[in-house]
């Protein structure tokens, strides 16, 4: 039995399954590396170790030193996660060599799945469709997708569209997945621009029971990593289904699998599916199947680990269910650093079921609160929003209003194109692919961050009156003037006053001022009426509304323009490590020519030529570190 568990990963993940051993009376260790010494998921342990660094490879990929941990802190079982050793076959091993009891399938059907050369050839063999490339691929065979054997999430994945691009590439993807996953096997598959990413969920018992819990449609993805997942997959032919989850269960049978697992397959035009990979863990988007099923996936982890077997009937499924990941990161998908001042989802819970009554529930599942660091070693992932309803329409509308009315200050998120996407005609449709989240744009409503400055300028003025509001006069005089950045870098200028007769705000003509305070701002436009909520840190303003949220930084009247930069500098679009450099001083480059790399959140990032011209000047080098906004190199326009 066991009585005392380790998890051997950070954030989110680490939250998630505390819950449920607090849930079940078993006792909590936390590993957590330099960076993480205030999160929230270490002080919610019962126990917890340092592990000395910051870097995934100095810490979190450190199997000896987990090990050791568990063993220093008492814990009698280890629980992988996901990513980091979660799919790591020695990692498992030297688990169970020290005694210890591994939260997961044995040893042998991870190194059978974890590289997913050899779990297609696997497959084949089962007469499972795959999909492969020629080992010389020619222009006939393009596109094609580079992907890492070892990992997933996103990393070590390329698109290459063009031959010449294949070496760039796989060297790329390589130096990824090396320090993602300790593994620089990639391998090479047909790329289908516009197929849909389904995924079976698999639970197995040591006793030779086999489940398929549904299958989940992942198929909203940016940079190859899911965004926006649930279950079941709406339009699903029930033939297709049962093909699917028939596939699934073979797969699981063959390699003698047990605990939970899943079977992914791109499905393509006339329901053909190809298995792409078994991944060998709990994934990132169990809450969706959780709450169509009404199982806790981690407490049946928990008790197949301790040698139960699964009941002779399972669930059915009931409802809907979809979830959306809330990444630090801006409209370019560019991670972000820095501090979440306020993070809020009014009416979450932390249930992990929702089949109790026919209304919707909202379950929130963070790595983050109010006042956590956002830094550059790890994922960008915040937090996962999920809604089950009895439909998928109510699921969406519930979930798309969830993310709206959430506070989340001090960093830039994908809040807006998630609800945007939520709410797109396509997806209500159900006509969901891989491709489709790019086309999805986020649209403000027109002249909502004038009136979110105005609102905010008119909160500033609230918090400096007195006895009369600011910019009153008995005389008329100057327009009081507030000048604000927004969040893409534009700038908005505020003049108003208010007079005996009431707000006078240029560009604003027949805005009433109902009330101000220091953090409610109420205007009335148009016949319509709304309350603008205002926080502050600093010269950062955020205000949230009925019309969205908008993140703005005060300027000042007179600011000093010695520090901007010169005209062709490229500066760092977030902190990082320079991984590589590409062009030398005095080289001819063109415009979107990649000149360095960039490694945040264990994803690279190319800085490109901003146009025609020569590199001048180059300021860093391999391995250098470098702080948002820092000079990287010059590059005179021809």
């Avoid at 790399?597 to 025609?612: F, N, Q, S, T």
């Amino acid at each position: 039995m066991i009585t005392s568990l380790l998890v051997a990963n950070r954030g989110e993940i680490a939250r998630r399954v505390f819950r449920t051993c607090r849930e079940l009376g078993i006792a909590t260790v936390a590993v957590y590396s330099d960076p993480d010494a205030e999160a929230p998921y270490v002080r919610e342990a019962d126990t917890a170790v340092h592990l000395p660094g910051a870097a995934p490879a100095e810490t979190y990929l450190r199997a000896e030193a987990i090990v050791r941990a568990a063993l220093a802190a008492g814990a009698d079982a280890v629980h992988p996660g996901y990513g980091f050793l979660s799919e790591n076959a020695e990692f498992a091993e030297a688990v169970l060599a020290a005694g210890l009891t591994w939260v997961g399938p044995p040893p042998a059907a991870i190194a059978s799945m974890g590289s997913k050369t050899e779990a297609k050839r696997l497959m084949a063999a089962a007469g499972v469709p795959v999909l492969s490339a020629p080992a010389e691929p020619t222009e006939a065979d393009l596109p094609l997708l580079v992907k890492a054997a070892a990992g997933g999430g996103g990393r070590g994945m390329r698109v290459v569209r063009e031959l010449v691009e294949l070496d760039g590439a796989l060297a790329a993807a390589r130096a990824e997945a090396a320090k993602a996953f300790g593994s620089a096997e990639v391998f090479c598959e047909p790329y289908l621009e516009t197929g849909r990413h389904v995924e079976v969920q698999l639970l197995a018992d040591g006793h030779g029971e086999v489940w398929a819990l549904g299958e989940r449609d992942c198929s909203l993805q940016r940079r190859h990593q899911k965004v926006i997942e649930e279950a079941p997959a709406p339009g699903l032919d029930q033939a297709v289904r049962a093909e699917l989850h028939a596939a699934a269960v073979a797969a699981a049978r063959a390699i003698g699998y047990a605990g939970a697992g899943t079977a992914e397959f791109l499905l393509g035009e006339g329901g053909r599916f190809y298995f792409l990979e078994m991944n060998t863990r709990l994934q990132v988007e169990h809450p969706v199947t959780e709450a169509v099923t009404g199982l806790d996936l981690v407490a049946w982890q928990l008790r197949i680990a301790e040698g139960a077997g699964l009941p002779a009937r399972q669930p059915e499924i009931n409802g809907h269910a979809i979830e959306a990941r809330l990444y630090a990161e801006d409209e370019h998908w560019q991670p972000q650093t820095g501090t979440l001042h306020h993070f809020e989802v009014p009416g979450a819970e932390l249930r992990f079921t929702s089949r109790a009554g026919s209304e919707p529930v909202l379950r929130l599942d963070s790595g983050v609160e109010s006042g956590s660091t956002v830094g550059i070693h790890y994922d960008a992932m915040l937090a996962k929003v999920i809604v089950w309803a009895p439909t998928r329409a109510e699921a969406a509308r519930r979930l798309a209003d969830a993310l709206d009315r959430a506070r989340i200050h001090g960093l830039t998120t994908n809040r807006a194109q998630l609800v945007a996407a939520l709410r797109h005609p396509a997806f209500l449709a159900g006509q969901v692919h891989t491709a489709l989240l790019p086309e999805i744009t986020a649209v403000e409503a027109p002249g909502h961050t004038e009136l979110a400055a105005l609102a905010a300028a008119l909160g500033d003025a609230a918090t400096r009156r007195t006895a009369l509001p600011s910019g009153w006069r008995n005389l008329p005089s100057q327009a009081q003037l507030k000048s604000y950045r927004a969040a893409d870098g534009t700038e908005h200028q505020v003049r108003y006053r208010l007079t005996r007769d009431g707000l006078l705000a240029e560009g604003h003509p027949g805005v009433e001022l109902v009330a101000a305070g220091p953090e409610l701002v109420t205007l009335r436009a148009g016949g319509l009426t709304r309350t603008f909520r205002l926080a502050v840190y600093g010269a950062l303003v955020h205000v949230d509304s009925p019309l969205g949220a908008v993140a703005l930084t005060a300027l000042d009247r007179f600011p000093d323009r010695s520090s901007e930069a010169a005209p062709g500098a490229l500066l760092a679009p977030m902190p990082g490590t320079v991984v590589r450099t590409a062009v030398a001083p005095g080289e001819s480059v063109t415009a979107g020519q990649p000149l360095l790399w960039l490694e945040a959140m264990k994803m690279e990032h190319k800085v490109c030529a901003p146009a025609d011209g020569v590199l001048t000047d180059l300021h860093v080098k391999p391995g250098q570190q470098v702080d948002l906004g820092a000079l990287l190199a010059v590059v005179e326009p021809a």
